[in-house]
């Protein structure tokens, strides 16, 4: 437990490294630069709160900068939950890089039209992609869960599609249901394997994190963390067949996440 | 899946690579139940590769001569040295070429624990080598005499260096991580185990910082053990490796004779270091399990 002139000198001393860590967050999960920046400002309250409450708590049982950036990734996901609720970027498009994961959130968790989001991308000097190519990007993400509400005018309104017709609502709402029993299934294959092949699938494939980035997180080689993926893959496969899942059903789940 | 939180400086030292391998199974196993904590986990190991990478560039970019600014002759025909000059030119290359010469075989300075880990010729580590030979290596609170401390922080320091050799970014974190914890509980540590934390997150590089490393951990775990350790560790890879030069370089059989003549070590030390001065006596080729297993031996008991 560290004293608070300790805290605070902890907190000074790594300021540079707290607005690299939030910006690197920020990045990560598409946000804009005004969401940016609110982000770092509200994550610095967090820090100075209650006499630098949560720096006094390091033991030195890590580096500093390891440290804050856990606590730093910890806060991001406070403030994510307060400012958007439940929504957060697929993992497809955080393996995509951060284009796919602001354009994703303009589009799905925001509500923009494709053409809306390609403006604002490029008038942010963020890409040179055309429309098209920025709709054959999102055609590579998963569909998500519809964006939170928000405030729509009389405008917004009469922009919006025309309703859909009622017989593709309930096509839609059974392929929604199969797709929800497939995932419930593979989510409990993922329950089924050894904690550790556990954390290194979601890291994987839920958190888009790249075989070498785990392999460093874990202290692991490399190499042997591919077989234990091709393991706990096929495996994987086995459990769901055995389940019930088709096998054109396990390939598609399976093939999605390993892409 | 939604366990309790989980304490940031625990995923902090999984990162780091501190925890033993107990203590890593049974936070992945509650990792494994906590969407959250694989969350935090992922985001911050994204953002620290992210970060480290970017200091590196940065670092690789001041240290590499090719982007230094390089200005041409302002105008007319290209500078040509006169006959002189490009006599004496060649006399300066002869004389630095031969002071590099010097000093590559030389390794690292005399004071320097990096010496013996610089005469491996095949650095690099082998699988399991942070296993053996003490079970509670990475116990940064564990209470240790200062000299067996002393020897554990040299060890770590051939490891750092053979893994920095060629490049294995995990095991030169995990050796940095390991000597960072080890000063860690001596007594005005900060500086060192900041640099050692340094040297963790640019996974070993560059190789000034770890000569500052070693020399300021030498100073203050004690210059002595730090080397003893230094030495039998880059002894023990070297057994494992048959390499037969290292165990033929002098600084070897200084290091040899110390061992086997100081006083202050464990019985157990000094008679393993014998019996090394023995079988590199035979004639024929050393029998290499006899000399992996006595370094081990040394090792285990002056660092227990």
């Known amino acids: 437990m560290t004293d608070r002139p300790a805290a605070e000198r902890l907190l000074l001393e790594h300021l540079p490294w707290i607005e690299r860590a939030c910006a690197a967050l920020a990045r990560r999960h598409g946000l804009a630069g005004d969401e940016a920046d609110d982000f770092l400002s509200w994550a610095r309250m967090r820090l100075l709160e209650d006499d630098c409450a949560i720096l006094r708590k390091f033991r030195g049982e890590c580096a500093a900068t390891t440290y804050l950036t856990v606590v730093l990734a910890t806060l991001f996901r406070n403030w994510r939950v307060r400012e958007w609720g439940k929504w957060r970027p697929s993992a497809a498009a955080k393996r995509e890089g951060p284009l796919a994961v602001r354009l994703e959130a303009l589009v799905k968790r925001d509500g923009f039209r494709l053409e809306e989001a390609g403006e604002r991308l490029r008038t942010a000097g963020r890409t040179t992609l055309s429309d098209r190519e920025l709709a054959a990007l999102l055609g590579r993400l998963p569909e998500h869960a519809p964006p939170r509400p928000v405030a729509?005018?009389?405008?917004?309104?009469?922009?919006?599609?025309?309703?859909?017709?009622?017989?593709?609502?309930?096509?839609?709402?059974?392929?929604?249901?199969?797709?929800?029993?497939?995932?419930?299934?593979?989510?409990?294959?993922?329950?089924?394997?050894?904690?550790?092949?556990?954390?290194?699938?979601?890291?994987?494939?839920?958190?888009?994190?790249?075989?070498?980035?785990?392999?460093?997180?874990?202290?692991?080689?490399?190499?042997?963390?591919?077989?234990?993926?091709?393991?706990?893959?096929?495996?994987m496969r086995r459990d769901l067949e055995r389940g019930g899942v088709s096998r054109e059903r396990v390939r598609e789940l399976l093939d999605e996440e390993a892409a | 899946m939604n366990g309790s939180p989980i304490d940031p400086e625990r995923l902090g030292a999984l990162l780091d690579g501190r925890l033993t391998g107990r203590e890593r199974a049974e936070l992945l196993a509650r990792l494994a139940a906590s969407d959250e904590g694989v969350e935090v986990f992922a985001d911050a190991l994204a953002v620290q590769g992210e970060l480290e990478d970017e200091d590196r560039r940065a670092a690789g970019a001041a240290d590499d001569p090719r982007v230094l600014p390089f200005r041409r002759p302002a105008r007319g025909a290209p500078w040509r040295p006169g006959p002189r000059l490009a006599l004496a030119a060649s006399v300066a290359a002869v004389a630095v070429g031969m002071a590099a010469w010097g000093l590559a075989r030389r390794g690292a300075g005399d004071d320097d624990p990096g010496r013996y880990a610089a005469l491996l010729a095949r650095p690099g580590l082998p699988a399991g080598w942070d296993a053996a030979p003490w079970t509670a290596a990475r116990a940064a609170g564990?209470?240790?005499?200062?000299?067996?401390?002393?020897?554990?922080?040299?060890?770590?320091?051939?490891?750092?260096?053979?893994?920095?050799?060629?490049?294995?970014?995990?095991?030169?974190?995990?050796?940095?991580?390991?000597?960072?914890?080890?000063?860690?509980?001596?007594?005005?540590?900060?500086?060192?185990?900041?640099?050692?934390?340094?040297?963790?997150?640019?996974?070993?590089?560059?190789?000034?910082?770890?000569?500052?490393?070693?020399?300021?951990?030498?100073?203050?775990?004690?210059?002595?053990?730090?080397?003893?350790?230094?030495?039998?560790?880059?002894?023990?890879?070297?057994?494992?490796?048959?390499?037969?030069?290292?165990?033929?370089?002098?600084a070897t059989r200084k290091a040899l004779d110390r061992a086997a003549g100081d006083a202050a070590l464990p019985p157990d030390a000094r008679a393993a270091a014998e019996r090394i001065r023995a079988a590199l006596a035979a004639s024929g080729a050393p029998d290499w399990g006899v000399l992996e297993r006595e370094a081990a031996r040394i090792l285990a008991s002056a660092g227990g």
């Open chain 1, 152 to 235: 729509a005018g009389d405008e917004a309104l009469a922009a919006a599609p025309a309703p859909v017709a009622a017989d593709d609502a309930v096509l839609a709402e059974e392929a929604g249901a199969r797709r929800g029993e497939a995932e419930a299934a593979l989510r409990r294959a993922v329950e089924r394997l050894a904690p550790r092949d556990q954390v290194v699938f979601r890291l994987r494939f839920w958190e888009g994190l790249t075989v070498a980035q785990i392999a460093r997180g874990l202290g692991v080689p490399q190499k042997g963390l591919y077989r234990r993926i091709e393991r706990a893959l096929a495996r």
């Open chain 2, 142 to 250: 564990e209470t240790l005499d200062p000299r067996a401390r002393a020897v554990r922080v040299g060890a770590r320091i051939t490891d750092l260096e053979a893994a920095a050799a060629t490049r294995d970014s995990v095991a030169a974190r995990r050796a940095a991580a390991e000597v960072g914890a080890l000063l860690g509980a001596l007594p005005a540590a900060g500086p060192a185990t900041a640099v050692y934390d340094e040297i963790g997150r640019r996974a070993g590089e560059p190789e000034a910082a770890r000569e500052r490393g070693r020399r300021t951990a030498a100073r203050l775990a004690g210059e002595e053990g730090v080397a003893l350790g230094a030495w039998a560790e880059a002894a023990r890879l070297a057994a494992g490796r048959r390499d037969e030069a290292f165990f033929r370089a002098r």
